[in-house]
T-cell receptor, first 112, second 117 residues
């Protein structure tokens, strides 16, 4: 089955700086890579996703890049704000939703 | 108005008891899931149903039994609860079909925090 590794497990950044989270996956057939944000005590919510036919996608301060050859993808958050503090999960699957395999999560803390 | 709603939000019970968690989605999605999030925040799929049919059954003790009376509902019944069952259980849904590749992400419910004492 798919194995997704996520690094780092914790990340502390100064407000206004950038944050980068990296994930690798094992199954070359995976073609859907979403990122979820989970605030303390709340449900995970999709913030951005990318499919294997796209190398990069951006949505305001959030961007995701995908390197299919190396089987890794990354989340980039620019101009971080305190409300970006949360746990971020990467995931991979062969289809949207089906048996998503999640990374272990990265706890991001934005220092004011 | 909640798209995926699950009840109860908190569940505290003793070892050996049987309990149920209910989930309903009003998004018209075809597929529903149960995920378990342990104390280390790891999210692991337990079950998935597509149009009331079980399609994913991960390595989960058979004390856990999902039931889908219709495609908008997926309930989770747990028998003989153990300490290790303590976790947050998330229901989710997506518009994936068993035969097609669609572009719908997972929509999670707010979670049920189960504490077994």
């Amino acid at each position: 089955g798919e194995n997704v590794e996520q690094h780092p497990s914790t990340l502390s950044v100064q407000e206004g700086d950038s944050a980068v989270i990296k994930c690798t996956y094992s199954d070359s057939a995976s073609n859907y890579f979403p990122w979820y944000k989970q605030e303390l005590g709340k449900r995970p919510q999709l913030i951005i996703d990318i499919r294997s036919n796209v190398g990069e996608k951006k949505d305001q301060r959030i961007a995701v890049t995908l390197n299919k050859t190396a089987k890794h993808f990354s989340l980039h958050i620019t101009e971080t704000q305190p409300e970006d503090s949360a746990v971020y999960f990467c995931a991979a699957s062969k289809r949207a939703g089906y048996k998503l395999s999640f990374g272990a999560g990265t706890t991001v803390t934005v220092r004011a | 108005d909640t798209a995926v709603s699950q009840t109860p939000k908190y569940l505290v019970t003793q070892m050996g008891n049987d309990k149920s968690i209910k989930c309903e989605q009003n998004l018209g999605h075809d597929t529903m899931y149960w995920y378990k999030q342990d104390s280390k925040k790891f999210l692991k799929i337990m079950f998935s149903y597509n149009n009331k049919e079980l399609i994913i059954n991960e390595t989960v003790p058979n004390r856990f039994s999902p039931k889908s009376p219709d495609k908008a509902h997926l309930n989770l019944h747990i028998n003989s609860l153990e300490l290790g069952d303590s976790a947050v259980y998330f229901c989710a849904s997506s518009q994936d079909s068993a035969t097609g590749i669609l572009n719908s992400p997972l929509h999670f419910g707010n979670g049920t925090r189960l504490t077994v004492t």
